[in-house]
């Protein structure tokens, strides 16, 4: 089965700033790796994915994310964070049979 | 186009208790699943369905039944509710296409 860690449950960072957030698979390459956000008392709301058709994957809210088999990872990023951008966004790997694995979870706290 | 709709949204009960948690979906997908998001734990996987007739168990399936008559129609069944199913669940159904579609959530608490 896959799993996935996310690095910090916690990340601040000012209004403007760049945003990383930091997801990690098991080595096993999954086929397909998900970002999702979750805004407070919502659901999930897919972000992006990559599927292998390019390693750079952009998606919405000027979100992107790098996926890099040589690290296992699959991180996050926003060159300039805007309020709106606060809450909570899971890394999700699928695997060959539409299960996916969802991390624990990092919410992302934007500083005015 | 309504997508994944989850009733309700806010339940208490009482331990011991039964009830059913309502999912539908409108968009034809096949795959309907179950998750509990729980603080700092994620989403976990309780039931999931490939298809009407057809469900199968997650990572934490104990104390809760599924079933898939219709392709629209995937509920969760507490058999008897205790404490430790306190949590948020979450509906998700998934079609051809890449990524899940969540419902909004039920909020349970169990005393």
């Known amino acids: 089965a896959q799993s996935v860690t996310q690095l910090g449950s916690h990340v601040s960072v000012s209004e403007g700033a760049l945003v990383l957030l930091r997801c990690n698979y098991s080595?096993?390459?999954?086929?397909?790796l998900f970002w999702y956000v979750q805004y407070p008392n919502q659901g999930l709301q897919l972000l992006l994915k990559?599927?292998?058709?390019?390693?750079l994957v952009k998606g919405i809210n000027g979100f992107e994310a790098e996926f890099k088999k040589s690290e296992t990872s699959f991180h996050l990023t926003k060159p300039s964070a805007h309020m709106s951008d606060a809450a909570e966004y899971f890394c999700?790997?699928?695997?060959?049979?539409?299960?996916?694995?969802f991390g624990s979870g990092t919410k992302l706290n934007v500083k005015p | 186009n309504a997508g994944v709709t989850q009733t309700p949204k806010f339940q208490v009960l009482k331990t011991g208790q039964s009830m059913t948690l309502q999912c539908a979906q409108d968009?034809?997908?096949?795959?309907m699943s179950w998750y509990r998001q729980d603080p700092g734990m994620g989403l976990r996987l309780i039931h999931y369905?490939?298809?009407?007739?057809?469900?199968d168990q997650g990572e934490v399936p104990n104390g809760y039944n599924v079933s898939r008559s219709t392709t629209e129609d995937f509920p969760l069944r507490l058999l008897s509710a205790a404490p430790s199913q306190t949590s948020v669940y979450f509906c998700?159904?998934?079609?051809?296409?890449?990524?899940?579609?969540f419902g909004s959530g039920t909020r349970l608490t169990v005393v």
């Open positions: 998700a159904s998934k079609g051809d296409n890449y990524g899940y579609t």
């Open positions: 080595s096993s390459v999954p086929p397909y």
């Open positions: 990559y599927t292998s058709a390019a390693t």
């Open positions: 999700a790997p699928e695997d060959n049979f539409n299960k996916f694995y």
């Open positions: 968009m034809n997908h096949e795959y």
């Open positions: 369905s490939v298809g009407a007739g057809i469900t």
